[in-house]
């Protein structure tokens, strides 16, 4: 049977997340989105490996801070990449908390910003969710971009790819 484009491609956003994870530990939580828009970003408390090979099972890390475990190293050093994590997204003062799923990019378990004042009907309220629901799915994207911009670099593999390497095999990363 042959796997669809999206099918095909679906290790990407396993790899997205997983170059995430490494930039935030490597480079620090902002990204400068241009115009004076800077995005920070935290990886949550919710961890969700892929498997190595199909007959294996998904280690799912939960509470505290899972980024920080024995078994979430113990998961890169084995190769795993992350198939789904929790992020917490800020831009000034809204912040979202969103599950994202590699494979698709799906957002799942989305919290949006607080209501604000102005928003005083049950229209305007809507409406303001609806915005906030479009920009968290923007900034996944813009960081997604990101991760694609330095993915398709032909020195990728020896460059990014070989620190980002070394980052998940150092047993003292801890």
Do not use: C
């Amino acid at each position: 049977m042959k796997r669809t484009d999206a099918a095909s491609h679906a290790f990407l956003g396993e790899e997205f997340l997983t170059w995430l994870w490494f930039r935030l530990e490597t480079e620090g939580g902002e990204f400068d989105l241009g115009k004076g828009k800077v995005l920070g970003v935290v990886l949550d408390d919710f961890l969700a490996f892929a498997p190595s090979e199909q007959d294996e099972t998904e280690q799912i890390l939960r509470k505290g801070l899972p980024t920080r475990s024995a078994e979430a190293a113990a998961a890169l050093r084995g190769g795993r990449r992350l198939r789904r994590a929790k992020l917490l997204l800020a831009v000034g003062e809204r912040q979202w908390s969103v599950v994202v799923d590699g494979p698709t990019l799906g957002l799942r378990s989305v919290r949006l910003p607080e209501d604000s004042e102005e928003a005083e009907t049950p229209q305007d309220r809507n409406l303001e969710r609806v915005q906030h629901f479009l920009e968290v799915h923007d900034l996944v994207g813009a960081l997604y971009h990101r991760f694609l911009q330095q993915r398709l670099r032909p020195d990728y593999l020896k460059t990014t790819a070989e620190s980002q390497a070394q980052w998940m095999s150092d047993p003292n990363r801890l």
